[in-house]
């Protein structure tokens, strides 16, 4: 395979209960079991996880430079992974399973120090949710707003919304 641009970062939810505490484990079984009780990947969606008390437990190595080699592809979206690299928080869901942002205070200062990092190695990022490229909820919010309360320029925003989620309300 060859070796691609470095376009996009994706941040994604678990699609779990608010408070409701999943391991690594768990969501690379998610991945990487057969049917009927995975997915039957051969690798895990996500390079990084962002659990409950904030702690980052990285998934798959990359090298922090503006290329996607094939051992950082990861399955977060289906068509872009090979220029993507994606991170998952713990949660996405209110008790009724319907989508809320249930990002943490812990969790919200860990996926900050992720993007700033990107965009530290790749000034030209960008930076979207998995509701920008497929017709799912998740991260359960609208990721520009969220970006632009956090700091991160204009530029490094991806801003398409075929699905309308940037007006639906989670």
Same mark, same amino acid.
């Given at each position: 395979?060859?070796?691609? $641009?470095?376009?996009?970062?994706?941040?994604?939810?678990? *699609?779990?209960k608010?408070?409701?505490?999943?391991?690594?484990?768990?969501?690379?079984?998610?991945?990487?079991?057969? $049917?009927p009780?995975?997915?039957g990947? &051969?690798?895990?969606?996500? !390079?990084?996880?962002?659990?409950?008390?904030? &702690?980052?437990?990285?998934?798959?190595?990359?090298?922090?430079?503006?290329?996607?080699?094939?051992?950082?592809?990861?399955?977060?979206?289906?068509?872009?992974?090979?220029?993507?690299?994606?991170?998952?928080?713990v949660?996405?869901?209110d !008790?009724e399973?319907? $989508?809320?942002?249930?990002?943490?205070?812990?969790?919200?200062?860990?996926?900050?120090?992720?993007?700033?990092?990107?965009?530290?190695?790749n000034?030209?990022?960008?930076? *979207?949710?998995?509701?920008?490229?497929?017709?799912?909820?998740?991260?359960?919010?609208?990721?520009?707003?969220?970006?632009? !309360?956090?700091?991160?320029?204009?530029?490094?925003i991806y801003?398409?919304?075929?699905?309308?989620?940037?007006?639906?309300?989670?």
């Amino acid at each position: 395979m060859q070796i691609k $641009p470095f376009k996009y970062f994706v941040i994604h939810c678990t *699609a779990t209960k608010e408070g409701q505490n999943i391991t690594p484990d768990q969501v690379l079984r998610w991945h990487t079991s057969p $049917p009927p009780n995975g997915r039957g990947w &051969k690798k895990v969606g996500y !390079s990084d996880l962002i659990q409950l008390d904030g &702690k980052r437990h990285r998934y798959v190595e990359h090298n922090g430079d503006l290329w996607i080699q094939e051992s950082e592809i990861t399955n977060g979206v289906k068509g872009i992974n090979s220029i993507s690299r994606h991170v998952v928080y713990v949660g996405g869901l209110d !008790s009724e399973m319907k $989508p809320k942002n249930t990002l943490t205070t812990e969790q919200i200062k860990t996926l900050t120090t992720i993007i700033r990092e990107v965009l530290e190695y790749n000034p030209n990022v960008l930076i *979207a949710g998995h509701n920008q490229f497929d017709n799912k909820s998740c991260p359960s919010f609208w990721t520009p707003d969220f970006l632009r !309360s956090i700091g991160v320029k204009d530029k490094n925003i991806y801003k398409n919304d075929p699905f309308g989620y940037g007006d639906k309300l989670f």
